[in-house]
């Protein structure tokens, strides 16, 4: 099986002169993995390998997704095969898949019932740092033969980062403090703690995160008090049971507005649209100081 380049930018195929295979890799799982011919049907289980995708112009190998591929909206369109722990193996079958790529939420115990089935495994574990994700970028060019777009998009990544990092730097003792709502209410307070992607998308937006000095996602409301944040950046379907509840209506931060709903696509997972996030957290930071 050789695809012959019949799709927009992915004409270039990985060249490997010790190795007749098309693609050779150790995954995630410390698998070594090879692919004797380029898959033209794959079956993707994470939302961030299915937003890379689109991104790089190779979609139409795309045949069907997980249940949490909600974007781009296209994605929603493909057939399902369940969840990343649920995965409906029938459905699977059904579409004679060349290769099965999935992120880190998939077990290995999956990973090799699914093997058994003939039908070949890509664990691309979804990075941990959003710098990273040009690698994410790299891998899955390959895979497709977008390798010369993926590369673009890589390089590109990359470029935004370092900005966004020299902008950091210009910030430096102006940072305005954020708090990312990730859980709130009787079940306990919760936000992200230095070393999580979160943490690193505030960063690079230029503020300090609150969570910089805990190493748990859970904190105490005696903790948030004292924060006192600039700025709050809550889940769009979380806000308004939010500012309506006591005792966070006590914050500043909510009594000033400067409470800002977003998509949790943006910032929950490690995926393309993190820039999204950074670029808002940004704005909202500007809008405060002018």
């Not at 019932?113 to 070949?120: R, Y």
């Not at 959003?130 to 777009?149: F, K, L, N, S």
């Not at 409301?221 to 006590?250: G, V, W």
């Amino acid at each position: 099986m050789l695809l012959l380049g019949s799709f927009a930018g992915c004409h270039q195929q990985t060249e490997n002169p010790r190795s007749s295979a098309f693609f050779e890799w150790t995954d995630s799982y410390g698998r070594a993995v090879a692919l004797d011919t380029a898959p033209q049907r794959i079956v993707s289980l994470s939302p961030a390998i299915t937003e890379i995708f689109y991104m790089i112009g190779a979609e139409k190998k795309l045949v069907a997704v997980s249940d949490f591929c909600q974007y781009p909206p296209e994605a929603t369109k493909l057939p399902s095969v369940g969840g990343m722990r649920n995965i409906n193996m029938e459905a699977l079958l059904e579409q004679h898949p060349d290769v099965l790529l999935i992120g880190s939420m998939v077990s290995q115990k999956d990973v090799e019932a699914i093997e058994k089935m003939n039908i070949p495994v890509v664990t691309i574990k979804e990075e941990s740092n959003i710098e990273g994700m040009a690698d994410m970028i790299e891998v899955i060019g390959q895979i497709t033969e977008c390798r010369e777009r993926a590369n673009e998009e890589a390089a590109r990544w990359r470029e935004r980062v370092a900005q966004l990092k020299q902008e950091k730097a210009a910030q430096k003792g102006n940072e305005k403090s954020v708090y990312y709502v990730v859980g709130f209410g009787d079940a306990g307070d919760f936000t992200a703690p230095k070393g999580s992607h979160i943490h690193e998308i505030i960063e690079l937006a230029g503020c300090r995160n609150i969570g910089e000095t805990v190493s748990n996602w859970n904190v105490s409301r005696e903790f948030l008090f004292k924060s006192d944040p600039d700025i709050i950046i809550i889940r769009a379907e979380d806000c308004d049971a939010f500012k309506s509840q006591y005792p966070y209506t006590q914050l500043n931060a909510v009594k000033k507005g400067h409470i800002y709903p977003v998509e949790s696509g943006w910032i929950d997972v490690v995926s393309t649209r993190n820039l999204k996030a950074i670029e808002f957290i940004q704005q909202k930071a500007r809008e405060i100081d002018s």
